[in-house]
Nanobody, 123 residues
């Protein structure tokens, strides 16, 4: 059974930091491309950061320089380190996986999703 389980969300003041984790089971972690997405009510899900099997990374413009995506193969875990958080970073954050080649932030290319973890940044 494929499972992606996120954790690490919470409430933080602007300027603070959070680290999200996504534990992967039942899936080929080493050869997958993965990404973090976020969504707020009334808006479409948007890609935040992605990483492929070669550890090539890609970031959305609003988070570049503040967020860092990484993978720990021994723990089968995807991370998203979020620093200098802003109120506009508030949303439900999801991790997703795909066996498609290359790093991507296109949600239509991902077939496996976690349940999400809420991040709230107050001003």
């Amino acid at each position: 059974q494929v499972q992606l389980v996120e954790s690490g969300g919470g409430s933080v003041q602007a300027g603070g930091s959070l680290r999200l984790s996504c534990v992967v089971s039942g899936y080929t972690f080493s050869s997958s491309s993965m990404a973090w997405f976020r969504q707020t009510p009334g808006k479409e899900r948007e890609g935040v950061a992605g990483i492929d099997r070669t550890s090539t990374t890609k970031y959305a413009d609003p988070v570049r320089g503040r967020f860092t995506i990484s993978k720990d193969y021994s723990k089968r875990t995807l991370y998203l380190q979020m620093d200098s958080l802003k109120p506009e970073d508030t949303g439900m954050y999801y991790c997703a996986a795909t066996l498609a080649y290359g790093v991507t932030l296109d949600p239509t290319r991902f077939g496996v999703w976690g349940q999400g973890t809420q991040v709230t940044v107050s001003s």
